[in-house]
């Protein structure tokens, strides 16, 4: 891969960012309690929980994203498999491995697999020991890349070499587990300053292969379904323009929602927020703070002593947009993007018909989802780019190699995500060019020159600043030249 090349300024300042299936894996989500769903008003307000209770089946939940849940759970089995290398014979069996929990339907996955990766503090159990206990299926991350699920064509934006999104994921899984090779080989990698690299998932020209390995699956997974596949409105009967006037019927069984319900909901699921977020302040569904039941991201909101992956956990996205809120500045992404979730399935559920008029309200909500998802991913670009610049600005003394990897290949990562939403407001010519200033390697001090550095430190301070402008994002927290006072 080759590094950035410094570029005109203008490439970046003169880009305007202007507008231009169904899971098998439903199993009942057992946390959902419709007996406490007292908060919902079904002639007037949205409810403050994500709890809705089926129009076909009295006392009955309606709410079901499984599959969502446990596609979560795949990722974060996969990011602590790339953290927690260290007993595998070869780097084939890492890139076996890695590619297990991609491929993971499609490979034999074994629902009675453990789940290894969620950490809890304390006391705090977790309800569920194995995957059976989230899905009644196996599921894989790969089935759900663009190109395999929504007939994605469009070349993959951001990486040399690649087309499709599951050729960088193979990239970057082979990078990691060559470098294991070498390891295992006796060969000791070095950094650009001549130092030993301790991460096997850190390579030699300063790409954190972990980092943009689970940011690029988030985005080409989660975040495309989320938006592009269930939230969309592009081909008759999927989507928002599923049907709402009757029960799904599935295997001659008939569910307890309709489908446009459960479109509506696995979307929610893939937003990775906890039933009852609107209870968490920005630092509890960060995970950085406040309350001791909630300070972890988490809280047993229904008293049984466990934490239910399936109703209890804010992970990804929901994360993701309560740390930019932590920021301040008058921003709540994510209390805006859950409060329109209740309000769009309020909608759906309680609609006595549904017709046009129904239809242009919800695309209305919908439309809101999407755009603030997409603020609170470029916001923590502007967040990386802030990173990478007091990196870059640090004294040789201060300055660390695997910390500067990382935030560039976050700066990286969450970028990448930003090609996976069709209606995105950044069209695709600016999106070659953020990719072209951000490049393929971060410059490192003491290696590159000190024009270069500047230059690229101006470019990626543009790409920044531009950003925050065109995405309505508080002008107080773009940073300084050296990515100080911002995100």
Same mark, same amino acid.
């Given at each position: 891969? +080759? +590094?950035?090349?410094?570029?005109?300024?203008?490439?970046?300042?003169?880009?305007?960012?202007?507008?231009?299936?169904?899971?098998?894996?439903?199993?009942?989500?057992? *946390?959902?309690? /419709?007996?406490?769903?007292?908060?919902?008003?079904?002639?007037?307000?949205?409810?403050?929980?994500?709890?809705?209770?089926?129009?076909?089946?009295?006392?009955?939940?309606? !709410?079901?994203?499984?599959?969502?849940?446990?596609?979560?759970?795949?990722?974060?089995?996969?990011?602590?498999?790339?953290?927690?290398?260290?007993?595998?014979?070869?780097?084939?069996?890492?890139?076996?491995?890695?590619?297990?929990?991609?491929?993971?339907?499609?490979?034999?996955?074994?629902?009675?697999?453990?789940?290894?990766?969620?950490?809890?503090?304390?006391?705090?159990?977790?309800?569920?020991?194995?995957?059976?206990?989230?899905?009644?299926?196996?599921?894989?991350?790969?089935?759900?890349?663009?190109?395999?699920?929504?007939?994605?064509?469009?070349? /993959?934006?951001?990486?040399?070499?690649?087309?499709?999104?599951?050729?960088?994921?193979?990239?970057?899984?082979?990078?990691?587990?060559?470098?294991?090779?070498?390891?295992?080989?006796?060969? !000791?990698?070095?950094?650009?300053?001549?130092?030993?690299?301790?991460?096997?998932?850190?390579?030699?020209?300063?790409?954190?292969?972990?980092?943009?390995?689970?940011?690029?699956?988030?985005?080409?997974?989660?975040?495309?379904?989320?938006?592009?596949?269930?939230?969309?409105?592009?081909?008759?009967?999927?989507?928002?323009? *599923?049907?709402?006037?009757?029960?799904?019927?599935?295997?001659?069984?008939?569910?307890?929602?309709?489908?446009?319900?459960? !479109?509506?909901?696995?979307?929610?699921?893939?937003?990775?927020?906890?039933?009852?977020?609107?209870?968490?302040?920005?630092?509890?569904?960060?995970?950085?703070?406040?309350?001791?039941?909630?300070?972890?991201?988490?809280?047993?909101?229904?008293?049984?002593?466990?934490?239910?992956?399936?109703?209890?956990?804010?992970?990804?996205?929901?994360?993701?947009? *309560?740390?930019?809120?932590?920021?301040?500045?008058?921003?709540?992404?994510?209390?805006?993007?859950?409060?329109?979730?209740?309000?769009?399935?309020?909608?759906?559920?309680?609609?006595?018909?549904?017709?046009?008029?129904?239809?242009?309200?919800?695309?209305?909500?919908?439309?809101?989802?999407?755009?603030?998802?997409?603020?609170?991913?470029?916001?923590?670009? !502007?967040?990386?780019?802030?990173?990478?610049?007091?990196?870059?600005?640090?004294?040789? *003394?201060?300055?660390?190699?695997?910390?500067?990897?990382?935030?560039?290949?976050?700066?990286?990562?969450?970028?990448?995500?930003?090609?996976?939403?069709?209606?995105?407001?950044?069209?695709?010519?600016?999106?070659?060019?953020?990719?072209?200033?951000?490049?393929?390697?971060?410059?490192?001090?003491?290696?590159?020159?000190?024009?270069?550095?500047?230059?690229? +430190?101006?470019?990626?301070?543009?790409?920044?600043?531009?950003? /925050?402008?065109?995405?309505?994002?508080?002008?107080?927290?773009?940073?300084?030249?050296?990515?100080?006072?911002?995100?």
């Amino acid at each position: 891969m +080759k +590094k950035f090349l410094p570029l005109s300024l203008s490439i970046i300042t003169g880009l305007a960012l202007t507008a231009c299936g169904d899971d098998s894996t439903d199993n009942q989500d057992s *946390s959902t309690n /419709v007996e406490d769903s007292e908060n919902h008003d079904h002639d007037g307000d949205a409810p403050n929980n994500f709890t809705f209770e089926s129009r076909y089946l009295e006392g009955e939940s309606s !709410v079901f994203y499984s599959g969502q849940t446990t596609r979560y759970l795949l990722w974060s089995e996969l990011t602590a498999a790339v953290k927690n290398i260290g007993d595998e014979t070869t780097g084939q069996d890492v890139k076996d491995l890695l590619k297990y929990y991609v491929d993971y339907a499609d490979v034999g996955g074994a629902m009675d697999d453990a789940i290894e990766s969620y950490s809890l503090n304390g006391e705090d159990s977790l309800k569920q020991s194995f995957f059976s206990d989230v899905s009644s299926s196996a599921p894989s991350l790969s089935q759900k890349l663009p190109e395999n699920d929504i007939g994605w064509t469009t070349t /993959v934006k951001g990486w040399s070499g690649a087309t499709t999104t599951y050729e960088v994921i193979d990239d970057l899984i082979e990078s990691i587990g060559d470098a294991y090779q070498e390891g295992i080989d006796g060969i !000791v990698r070095l950094d650009p300053l001549g130092n030993p690299i301790e991460k096997d998932y850190v390579l030699e020209n300063g790409v954190d292969a972990q980092q943009v390995l689970q940011k690029f699956i988030n985005g080409a997974v989660m975040y495309s379904q989320g938006v592009a596949d269930y939230l969309g409105d592009d081909v008759e009967g999927k989507g928002i323009l *599923s049907d709402n006037t009757e029960a799904v019927v599935k295997n001659g069984e008939a569910k307890t929602y309709t489908a446009l319900e459960h !479109v509506w909901d696995e979307s929610f699921g893939y937003f990775g927020a906890a039933r009852d977020f609107l209870e968490y302040t920005a630092e509890e569904a960060a995970g950085k703070g406040g309350r001791e039941d909630f300070a972890n991201a988490y809280h047993d909101s229904n008293g049984d002593g466990f934490i239910d992956l399936k109703s209890e956990i804010n992970q990804g996205y929901a994360v993701t947009a *309560s740390k930019r809120d932590r920021a301040g500045e008058g921003l709540s992404l994510g209390s805006d993007i859950v409060s329109a979730y209740l309000q769009g399935r309020h909608l759906i559920s309680t609609s006595e018909s549904w017709g046009e008029t129904e239809l242009g309200e919800l695309q209305e909500i919908r439309d809101s989802i999407l755009a603030n998802w997409e603020r609170a991913i470029a916001a923590t670009t !502007v967040h990386y780019v802030n990173d990478t610049l007091k990196d870059l600005s640090m004294d040789a *003394s201060e300055y660390d190699f695997a910390t500067h990897a990382k935030h560039w290949s976050e700066l990286l990562g969450y970028a990448l995500m930003l090609q996976f939403n069709p209606d995105s407001r950044i069209p695709g010519v600016a999106l070659d060019g953020i990719y072209a200033v951000i490049g393929s390697a971060p410059l490192i001090p003491g290696v590159d020159s000190e024009s270069d550095i500047q230059d690229y +430190k101006a470019a990626i301070r543009a790409l920044g600043d531009q950003l /925050v402008d065109d995405l309505g994002l508080p002008a107080s927290l773009k940073g300084d030249a050296n990515g100080e006072g911002g995100f």
